[in-house]
């Protein structure tokens, strides 16, 4: 893909969320949007703080694993100073990727392989989505139907259908701009570093573990989120319609994890009887809380602006990282 192609790309993905935030907006009463923001206190704050540092450790700790495993070295305090820049760039930037593409980027050339540093980042985001899939799948299908309802199943299922085409249409666009013997050798290549940073005896059960204590913490932050705009509703009927949110964040059409979110909280809450207006707020007031588990990173930035290596990075090792972790996709777990 050309970089041209690329950034278009890019704009084209990011315009689509911010297609569909504007359509929230426009539907949706201000009153959904600022009661949120009113809602917002300091004991939310400080538990979007604890609960970011907490699961901002995990994911880390799952890189390390993962980096370790196809075998770079990556020293776990580097790895949590990465990961939080990451989340932050990734909240303030467009696409909702650029901060995993900077960590790849950054790690590949600590490392001294571009290459393996990029399938790391891959793999540890993929480990992440799959468990996430899992899980609503799980909680969605498995749970009594008269619980849910029909119309939440079928919410369930389109954006289920959309993560998958997204997903397909990106790897396609990319393996379909390479050369043969080029996209042979890079499968290759991958499908070993799969085996060796997921599939081993030493890696696979602690990327599962670590995988599913990250996803409990962002389940845990949606549910602050949600307490604090006032829905009481319990625990068990709220969780899946929260882990279906965290799916619709996955999907690479947002602006900083905005648009497909509010409107998939919205709709899934409206069709399980606790009021759409409720779940916009609830989920407002989650990206709230999650760029306020973020601002760490700005520390981070801050720091390796002093101390930052001042080589540049080739233009075209940048786009063909941005290529692969967009076409697999963001991610919040």
Known sequence: MSRTASRRSAWLRSLAGAA??????????LGAFTDAFGAVDAGALAAALAIGLVTTVLCASRWVLVARGVGLRLPWGRAVGDYYRAILLNAVLPAGVLGDVHRAVSHGRYAGDLARGVRAVVLERVAG??????????LLFALPAALLGPGLLAVAASVGVLAVVAGAVGIGWVVGRR??????????????????????GTT??????????????????????ARTAGITAPVFALVPLLVLALVAMSVPANVGGWGPREAVTALAFGVAGLGS?????????????????????ALVLVWRLFRVEHAQVPREGLDQVGQQITALGRGGA
């Not at 989505?129 to 799980?138: E, H, K, N």
């Not at 696979?204 to 989120?225: C, N």
Request: glycine letters at 10%; aromatic letters at 10%; proline letters at 4%.
């Open 20 to 29: 569909i935030l504007a359509g929230v907006l426009w539907w949706y009463p």
């Open 129 to 138: 989505q799959v468990v996430l899939a899992a899980t609503c799948t799980v």
């Open 179 to 200: 050369r043969r013997s080029r996209w042979w050798r890079a499968l290759a290549a991958t499908v070993a570093d799969t085996r060796a940073g997921l599939f081993t």
């Open 204 to 225: 696979g059960p602690g990327v599962l573990v670590l995988s599913v204590a990250a996803l409990a913490g962002h389940v845990t932050l949606f549910l602050v989120a």
């Open 277 to 297: 207006a409720a779940g916009l707020t609830a989920s407002v007031v989650y990206g709230v809380l999650a760029l306020v588990a973020a601002l760490p990173g």
